[in-house]
């Protein structure tokens, strides 16, 4: 072009009546408006599409080119005539507050993130639809809608017991309608549970209530082992007292033995005080080689000897209370006879005949 340019540019400098200086001067703007023309023409003709984009045709003349999606790359256009419309076709996340109502009418406030993005092959209709500003106007009452329907399927508990079944189901409803404005959801989650004030006070109340039964029925459990241990123990006492006492019958030496137990633990813990103390053996029962007043079998025989004399002296007791008895019935028949003999009648039958002291 430049090659053509300059012997025309050279006739009208050689017209004009320049010299060579003329000619050269021509042929400078000339070269500088072809470079402009060829920048222009270079800007203004070309469009790229970044990675995780796509782009959509408008065309001045007859609107948007609805069968043809651009991919990434360099693509030409027609300057003025044409206009690209670029849209990101990445997964984006997006968190959408909702208040709803729960099956048991309590008031839940839900707090959803939501990874969505336009489905390519359908972004034409999303620019003659909706407008690039799509997400702007079909989520967040999308979310919403979906939100009210699937909780207030649950009540306050299954919230919170059925977190992941109530996370599907608000996926599944959302994915199905949201794919009716051309939007693919990739991923919802639920980040934020919370319920009402009431409520949570509600829950407290019934977790402390809960907790001071649990205490009350740990006090009974507990009064109950102590009893049972405080049966066990006097019952082990009085084994052991039984134990005792049959081994003090048997072997008086068993008392010995005690004795000889308890002088040892005396002696060692006189032996580990840093004090210095003297007392006498027989105060710290010490005097182990000191014969005790432990004869059982003396004392056997001491209380048989008395359990016979008391025996005798009841046998004596006995005997004398029938003396007099039968002293006082001999009087009885011989005052009878006396009196019999001086009426002259015959003396009773089975009467003692007795002979009358003189």
């Not at 599409?49 to 782009?55: C, D, F, L, T």
């Not at 309590?106 to 336009?118: C, E, G, I, K, Y």
């Not at 359908?122 to 699937?150: A, M």
Request: glycine fraction near 8%.
């Amino acid at each position: 072009m430049l090659a053509r340019a300059r012997p025309l540019l050279a006739g009208l400098g050689g017209a004009s009546g320049g010299g060579p200086s003329g000619g050269q001067s021509a042929l400078a703007i000339a070269a500088a408006g072809t470079t402009g023309a060829l920048y222009f023409g270079l800007n203004n003709c070309i469009f790229n599409v970044e990675g995780g984009q796509r782009a959509v045709i408008f065309n001045r003349i007859g609107g948007v080119n609805m069968t043809k999606v651009y991919a990434e790359g360099t693509h030409l256009m027609v300057p003025w005539f044409q206009k690209p419309i670029l849209f990101d076709v990445r997964a984006r996340p997006r968190l959408i507050q909702s208040t709803t109502g729960s099956k048991d009418l309590q008031m839940v406030n839900l707090t959803l993130r939501v990874l969505s993005r336009p489905d390519r092959d359908k972004l034409p209709s999303i620019v003659t639809t909706l407008g690039s500003d799509y997400d702007e106007r079909v989520l967040p009452s999308v979310v919403h809608e979906v939100l009210k329907s699937v909780v207030a399927r649950f009540n306050a508990a299954q919230l919170i017991t059925q977190r992941e079944l109530v996370s599907r189901l608000i996926r599944d409803r959302l994915t199905a309608r949201s794919a009716d404005f051309f939007i693919v959801i990739d991923d919802v989650s639920i980040t934020h549970l919370d319920f009402g004030k009431e409520y949570r006070q509600a829950i407290e109340a019934k977790q402390v209530a809960q907790q001071d039964a649990q205490r009350a029925h740990f006090i009974v459990e507990r009064a109950v082992q102590e009893k049972r241990s405080i049966i066990i123990r006097a019952e082990g006492e009085a084994r052991s007292a039984e134990l005792i006492g049959a081994a003090v019958g048997s072997n008086p030496a068993f008392i010995e033995l005690r004795k000889i137990e308890a002088a040892r633990e005396i002696a060692t813990t006189v032996a580990k005080s840093a004090n210095k103390i003297y007392l006498s053996a027989g105060s710290l029962l010490l005097n182990v080689h000191e014969k005790g007043n432990f004869d059982l079998q003396s004392r056997a025989h001491s209380e048989e000897v008395k359990a016979e004399e008391v025996k005798e002296g009841e046998a004596s007791a006995a005997l004398a209370a029938l003396s007099r008895d039968v002293v006082l019935v001999a009087d009885d028949t011989a005052s009878d006879a006396l009196a019999s003999e001086q009426t002259g009648a015959e003396a009773p039958e089975g009467a003692l005949s007795l002979p009358l002291a003189a």
